[in-house]
């Protein structure tokens, strides 16, 4: 017996249930399953509407997913490729911008926990944030933090 087939609008809301997409990103899913009558845009405008499809929730979602892990500039670019509006990336990029030195220290220390022995090691771990997408003033701030190993057991008076 075959599959009864799910309804675009039907679909999208399962897409949705399971994290906020963006409205480009539901198209592209959608589009695969669209017939001839289909109007997949005019589907996007009544979720948008009905506020199950909202770019705000996406992008917050986005960056709760992303910030324990990357920088600003991973995280603003992935949101430009996502095609959100100029004042939407502002917002977001106001926001995570004062924490950026911190999950710098946080994501450098989880990785390498001990400090770069040589110039070597060092670049290394320079080249691990920039790749993270880390702006070249948190890297260096990263790289200056004391890690376990410089307190050697000594307590702070």
Same mark, same amino acid.
């Given at each position: ?10 679909? +999208?809301?399962? $897409? #949705? %249930?399971?994290?906020?997409? @963006?409205?480009?990103?539901?198209? *592209?899913?959608?589009? !695969? ?15 948008? +509407?009905?506020? $199950? #499809? %909202?770019?705000?929730?996406? @992008?917050?979602?986005?960056?709760? *997913?992303?910030?324990? !892990? ?88």
């Amino acid at each position: 017996m075959p599959r009864p087939q799910i309804s675009l609008k039907a679909r +999208a809301l399962r $897409y #949705l %249930s399971m994290r906020e997409h @963006s409205r480009i990103e539901l198209a *592209r899913k959608l589009q !695969r399953y669209a017939q001839d009558g289909d109007d997949v845009s005019a589907l996007l405008d009544v979720l948008e +509407a009905a506020k $199950y #499809l %909202s770019a705000e929730r996406f @992008s917050d979602s986005l960056v709760n *997913r992303r910030i324990t !892990r990357f920088g600003n500039q991973r995280i603003l670019a992935e949101l430009q490729s996502h095609q959100m509006d100029s004042q939407e990336i502002s917002r977001i990029k106001a926001e995570i911008s004062l924490t950026e030195s911190g999950r710098a220290i946080e994501v450098l220390h989880r990785k390498f926990p001990c400090k770069a022995a040589d110039h070597i090691e060092r670049a290394k771990q320079a080249r691990f944030l920039q790749q993270r997408g880390f702006s070249q003033k948190a890297i260096q701030f990263a790289m200056r933090a004391p890690r376990e190993d410089d307190w050697d057991g000594e307590e702070l008076s």
